[in-house]
């Protein structure tokens, strides 16, 4: 028998309703926080009937703490404040999470983020506990500046004080082992094998790019907007699509590639579901990921699971592991020249009688190294060592 494993972080919720009693899931069941890269690793372990239980936060909670019951998970939905959360570090939000903890009695604790949820790992007593660091704060705090200073303190405080972490990928290890004196593992996010897809033949004349982002200064979405801008002037029929916060059909970014006189051929779709992001990546013919940081690169890997050309920004960190090898295009995420440079080599391939290789060997390379059976074998193995040592 497996042990139950609690899971703590951002999740979006409906993915979870098959595993969940229909006749105890309300009808105003908050929708959740996002948290795709959670969501695949609960997902797979409920698919291999492993217990698990999954505690998380949403602002839209009608209840300070709300549980569902299902016959392998168990969902708990604490209320997250909108205002002033961050002035007592989320003391309230620690609370309730170390009261679900207390009520789960789980084997052992996995949080997610070196905020609240890692706060709450470090003040429960209910299980073995073990942070996943997403972040690296340093760069971040780098990035938006004085704003973030209080989440990078915490952050710090969270991998100092830590009883065991790990990191998404060795970008962020090595910042976390500068701040521990163990080493901690990598272990990737979670990328489910694609379902079987016909051939993709793009349309010969028109180029489609996508860009999964937030509307924020270090993901660079200007450069990729001036880079997809010289691409068209090539191929008239290019359409760029940008979907995530920020990039809502007459939002920020939008009116700024209006102001710029960029937004010809870019459609704005905003945030979007999880699948459905990944149904625009099946139909793109290359993903463009220009961030200037990065822990991982969640839609690099998903789209090179389903046999996508990707292009990022070679300093952003996590990306870079993620193409080792040749499997992705790395370029300096600053120039529009290199990343022009790259969108005309992505599209070139899907013409190359090399392409189809390539593109399967990405798709081999990034299953193998973030598949649900590698990593979950890594995460059974050290849920095993916490549980040994406990």
């Not at 168990?74 to 170390?98: F, K, M, N, P, Q």
């Amino acid at each position: 028998m497996m042990p139950r494993i609690a899971i703590l972080g951002p999740f979006e919720t409906a993915p979870l309703l098959p595993f969940l009693d229909p006749r105890r899931v309300p009808a105003d069941l908050p929708r959740g926080m996002g948290g795709s890269c959670l969501v695949n690793l609960v997902l797979a372990r409920l698919r291999r009937g492993w217990p698990t239980d999954v505690i998380t936060l949403d602002p839209t909670a009608t209840t300070a703490i709300q549980r569902i019951d299902g016959e392998l998970v168990r969902l708990w939905i604490i209320r997250r404040r909108t205002r002033r959360a961050l002035r007592d570090g989320y003391a309230s939000e620690v609370a309730g999470l170390v009261a679900a903890l207390r009520e789960s009695r789980p084997a052992v604790c996995h949080a997610n983020w070196t905020y609240e949820y890692g706060r709450a790992a470090l003040a429960q007593a209910t299980a073995p506990a073990v942070i996943t660091v997403h972040d690296h704060a340093a760069r971040m705090l780098r990035h938006l500046g004085w704003r973030y200073a209080p989440h990078y303190l915490m952050s710090r405080a969270v991998i100092a004080r830590a009883p065991r972490c790990t990191a998404v990928s060795p970008h962020i290890a090595a910042y976390v082992n500068r701040l521990r004196r163990d080493a901690s593992p990598v272990i990737p996010n979670l990328v489910p094998e694609p379902p079987a897809l016909p051939p993709f033949t793009p349309d010969p004349d028109q180029p489609q790019v996508i860009s999964l982002l937030t509307w924020a200064n270090f993901r660079n979405a200007t450069t990729a907007l001036r880079a997809f801008a010289r691409f068209r002037r090539r191929h008239p029929r290019a359409v760029y699509i940008l979907a995530g916060p920020g990039f809502e059909p007459e939002g920020p970014a939008e009116h700024w590639a209006i102001g710029h006189r960029l937004a010809e051929g870019v459609l704005f779709l905003g945030r979007i579901p999880y699948p459905a992001a990944l149904e625009v990546i099946t139909r793109a013919t290359v993903l463009l990921h220009p961030s200037l940081e990065e822990s991982f690169g969640a839609p690099i890997a998903e789209a090179m699971a389903l046999r996508i050309p990707v292009i990022a920004a070679r300093e952003a960190g996590g990306p870079a592991w993620l193409c080792e090898h040749g499997h992705g295009i790395l370029v300096p995420g600053r120039s529009v020249a290199a990343m022009d440079d790259a969108l005309e080599r992505a599209w070139s391939s899907w013409s190359d009688p090399a392409g189809p290789a390539a593109r399967a060997a990405a798709h081999d390379h990034i299953l193998a190294r973030c598949g649900a059976e590698p990593v979950l074998a890594a995460w059974n193995n050290l849920y095993r060592s916490l549980l040994d040592a406990a």
